[in-house]
Antibody
Framework: QVQLVESGGGLVKPGGSLRLSCAAS????????MNWIRQAPGKGLEWISY????????KYADSVKGRFTISKDNAENSLYLQMNNLRAEDTAVYYC?????????WGQGTLVTVSS | EIMLTQSPDFHSVTPKEKVTITCRAS??????LHWYQQKPDQSPKLLIK???QSISGVPSRFSGSGSGTDFTLTINSLEAEDAATYYC?????????FGQGTKVEIK
């Protein structure tokens, strides 16, 4: 069955970096668009990036453009989010989700806390 | 950016009641509107895709309708397990956006 498992979250100081991973199983990343979506504590959902099945098309929300980089390794069947120059407002649970239109499968999320 | 506005923000309802949540888009998004359910401390779960298409495993009491800019999620005969926050989401344009959420509480 389809499963997405995020990892790599934690506590980081403002200006620091973190790399999130999303391990996929039950399907191949080479067949699907993948997304990162975040949710600040007690807040709603914010889409932040997607990457196409072939990695040809990559898009970011303005809030993270120039600081975050999405990538994937189809051989490892894993999705990544490199986050640099982190700010307090980046504190959130980060989810990976599958698909271009509807997000049909989501991981359980990984918490990123940016604080001094 | 396409804004999605949900109403109401909060709904307190009794079991077996019918619940209606609306989602209004700031521009025409055609049929590219999806609904999710998020229970406390869980990740969102897809309920309805492309306005009204049902999802395998989702109870038939959940249904969607609408087009263009106005959309509705209906929960017929609410059950206690439906207590959650519901979000609409558009995939018509970038950035992808979500409504602010509607919290449904069981009286």
């Amino acid at each position: 069955q389809v499963q997405l498992v995020e990892s790599g979250g934690g506590l980081v100081k403002p200006g620091g970096s973190l790399r999130l991973s999303c391990a996929a199983s039950g399907f191949s990343l080479s067949d699907y668009y993948m997304n990162w979506i975040r949710q600040a504590p007690g807040k709603g959902l914010e889409w932040i990036s997607y990457i196409s099945s072939s990695s040809t098309y990559i898009k970011y929300a303005d809030s993270v453009k120039g600081r975050f980089t999405i990538s994937k390794d189809n051989a490892e069947n894993s999705l990544y989010l490199q986050m640099n120059n982190l700010r307090a407002e980046d504190t959130a649970v980060y989810y990976c989700a599958r698909n271009l239109g509807d997000f049909d499968y989501w991981g359980q999320g990984t918490l990123v806390t940016v604080s001094s | 950016e396409i804004m999605l506005t949900q109403s109401p923000d909060f709904h307190s309802v009794t079991p077996k009641e019918k619940v209606t949540i609306t989602c209004r888009a700031s521009q025409n998004i055609g049929g590219n509107l999806h609904w999710y359910q998020q229970k406390p401390d869980q990740s969102p779960k897809l309920l309805i895709k492309f306005v009204s298409q049902s999802i395998s495993g989702v109870p038939s009491r959940f249904s969607g309708s609408g087009s263009g800019t106005d959309f509705t999620l209906t929960i017929n005969s609410l059950e206690a397990e439906d207590a959650a926050t519901y979000y609409c989401h558009q995939s018509s344009g970038l950035p992808r956006t979500f409504g602010q959420g509607t919290k449904v509480e069981i009286k």
